[in-house]
């Protein structure tokens, strides 16, 4: 979801009329994608300030429309400071079920134009069109057939970059923003980028920032001038390099059609800071639940499990575990969230969350169970529960965090598990679900 910030202002010089001649990396980017998906679920919401977000205390915005936008609201900033501003504005939780449903069918609309669809986010992709010229024309032309598709058919507007480059075709759509087209002809592009701010370069944040302006550097053509050695001393061998080529408009990355997961991770924050920890170490069990389900349904496994801890000044502490065998199991991810969190809380705490990190590819399936582990494991407790929420939806078997025994300790109670979970859920002859009572587990 990106806005609009001083490392890409807005210019008119490069429109949507340019020669895009070798222009063939597109950067689409949806315009407020949660808010604006709101909007076309409620047509008489448009023209009015819409923020999308949690609603508590210590609610973050995710999305603002532009006129919210106009109010000083961005995504990312505390709703109590964005009800400040536009007390006025319209107020909605995320349906992240929704943002997901129009985001796998807007990529399906990239995938009608070429297959090389790189996705970033739910509201944004790479695509390169360089085999597609002969069938749909030119990039500009492709982009402009993408923003009509995209807007006919699920009300929303989405605005590109065309460019030769990643780097570029990203920038150009910032600076088009919103509902926009803009085009960097491959023989422009140093007049494009020499101008903008230093913190346009990818890489540069507020850090990098600070030490490239204590050199007198403000803009990407102070860095491009500047000798490599002297920028190394500044940034370092490897940022460097990487900044330099980069001011110069080169970028060699290709559109990567296979995204590789690097972690997955989840966090909550609570309404009010917390300071018994064992309360959030029973929070983090259903943040373990939600990394090792996401972890199974992507197909990988991580060997590291990291906590973050967030306290009331907004301090952050991460510390993390690496294990001897790769897991995908939230009990040994919660069992090592538990004991980083009892060592290492030290007052209240604002927000806690889970990440499994050092992922590989788990293409097999197959499992070494650990030396005096039972045969049937949590495991295939959790892969039950797995089929359950594919059956009958998330939430139809929940950890019990407040129970005395979280977890079964022995192969027969494993076994009573495994199929206390199948017979949890029945379908009656009227078709509705049946759910067990949210009182607690009454097996004895």
């Not at 001083?6 to 009329?17: I, L, Q």
């Not at 940034?235 to 559109?255: C, K, T, Y």
Request: proline share 5%; hydrophobic share 40%.
């Amino acid at each position: 979801m990106s806005r609009t910030t001083p490392s890409a202002r807005r210019s008119d010089a490069f429109g949507p009329d340019l020669d895009d001649t070798g222009c063939h990396i597109l950067h689409v980017d949806m315009d407020a994608f949660f808010a604006s998906v709101e909007i076309a679920k409620d047509p008489s919401l448009r023209g009015k300030p819409v923020i999308v977000g949690g609603l508590g205390q210590r609610g973050v915005v995710s999305a603002a429309s532009y006129e919210a936008r106009r109010f000083g609201v961005n995504s990312a900033m505390p709703m109590g400071v964005a009800r400040k501003r536009c007390p006025h504005g319209v107020y909605l939780p995320p349906d992240f079920a929704e943002y997901s449903r129009i985001s796998k069918a807007v990529m399906a609309v990239f995938a009608e134009y070429t297959p090389a669809v790189e996705p970033l986010s739910v509201d944004e992709a790479f695509l390169d069109v360089a085999g597609s010229r002969r069938l749909f024309g030119s990039g500009r032309k492709i982009a402009a057939h993408i923003r009509h598709r995209v807007h006919t058919d699920h009300d929303v507007t989405c605005t590109v970059g065309v460019a030769s480059t990643k780097f570029i075709a990203k920038l150009a759509s910032t600076q088009a923003k919103p509902n926009g087209l803009a085009v960097v002809p491959a023989g422009r592009v140093l007049d494009f980028l020499h101008p903008l701010p230093v913190s346009a370069l990818w890489g540069v944040g507020e850090k990098t920032a600070k030490a490239l302006s204590r050199l007198g550097l403000r803009t990407v053509g102070d860095v491009a001038a500047l000798p490599v050695a002297r920028l190394r001393s500044a940034v370092g061998r490897a940022s460097s390099e990487h900044l330099h080529a980069l001011a110069w408009g080169r970028d060699v990355r290709q559109v990567e059609t296979r995204h590789v997961e690097k972690s997955v991770g989840a966090e909550t924050t609570f309404e009010q800071d917390v300071a018994d920890v064992e309360e959030v170490v029973r929070t983090v069990l259903g943040l373990a639940h939600k990394v090792a389900g996401r972890a199974r349904r992507t197909g990988v496994r991580g060997r590291t499990i990291s906590v973050k801890i967030r306290y009331g000044n907004f301090t952050t502490v991460n510390r993390s575990r690496t294990l001897v065998e790769s897991t995908d199991v939230a009990r040994d991810i919660h069992t090592v969230a538990a004991d980083l969190l009892r060592a290492n809380v030290t007052g209240a705490v604002r927000l806690v969350g889970v990440r499994l990190e050092g992922l590989s590819n788990d293409d097999s399936g197959f499992h070494q169970p650990r030396l005096g582990d039972p045969q049937h494991g949590w495991r295939e407790v959790e892969r039950t529960v797995d089929d359950l929420a594919e059956r009958f939806g998330r939430g139809v078997v929940r950890p019990q965090a407040s129970s005395p025994r979280p977890f079964p300790t022995t192969e027969v109670h494993l076994r009573t598990e495994v199929r206390w979970c199948r017979r949890r859920t029945r379908r009656p002859k009227n078709g509705l679900l049946v759910r067990p009572a949210s009182s607690g587990d009454t097996r004895r």
